[in-house]
């Protein structure tokens, strides 16, 4: 029986109710990441393309079978999860991407180095203001930059796209002399977090920091949350996360860093959380 088999492969608890593991296993079906019985990670071009529909039509259950076969299991921990200096920890893959970022901003005179606001996030049945239980920091795929940069080499710029509020930071460059960065126009205004009032950036040089950590599709900033005039954990400015391969649910992206089903459960999480898109 297939129910006996998807057990095998992890999706399902021996004796549990089928609930949403045909499905969740049709849409893994379709994803690159795969792990054998013996622990070992790899890659593998999706064969299966028929549905994700929890039925089990015969392109689903050949799909079980080839896994059976492979010695495929459910990808727990695909990704390992590395420290970033003394900081703080991310998934690997955003990891090695990060660390080389940091690199490559400091040779342009910025910095993005911590300690930093937050990065991994552990499992919590109580969430703050301000942050999802959602959270791609939950999964090691989000950083929150050194706030304490602002309004000293951090400068934030408000970008308002109609209802929504976007940051730009730019960052005050090492070197003042004019060999790195760019003087700004003197129309520019940054945002004092403070005084809650946008002020005349000081006249100086800077790098646009948001522009390079853009570039190449890697790390995206993310808007500000509805209230951030008056609460400014809300204004999210600091937060960066790691933009390929986002997973359709909040439950894919932890399982992918390590966390499984009966953790998330034990936090709290219910069957509409693990279907929650994450972010």
Known sequence: MWNDDLITLGYLEPGASEGGALTRFQRHAKRKYRKTAAGQSLLE??????PEDGIAH?????????????????????????????WGALREDMAGAWTAMIAKIQQLGGTIDGPY??????????????ASKYSFHIPGRAVDLNQGLGNSRY?????????QMWWRIYCKTADQTGAQGSRLDAGVKYH?????????????????LTAELS??????????????????RQSEWWHFQWAPNKQKTFQDECELAGISEQQLRAAGYQDADLDHAPG
């Open 45 to 50: 071009s999706p064969i299966y393309t028929g």
């Open 58 to 86: 015969q392109a689903t259950l050949d799909e079980i079978l080839r896994w059976v076969q492979k010695g495929y299991r459910l990808p727990l921990g695909f990704f390992a999860i590395s420290r970033i200096e003394t």
């Open 117 to 130: 606001g937050d990065t991994k996030r552990p499992l919590m049945k109580t969430i703050s203001v301000g």
């Open 155 to 163: 400068f934030v710029v408000p970008e308002p796209n109609g209802a």
């Open 192 to 208: 004092n977090f403070y005084t809650r009032q946008d002020a005349p950036i000081p006249d100086g040089f800077y790098m646009d």
């Open 215 to 232: 570039r190449g599709g890697l790390f995206e900033r993310i808007r500000a949350q509805q209230g951030w005039q008056q609460e400014t």
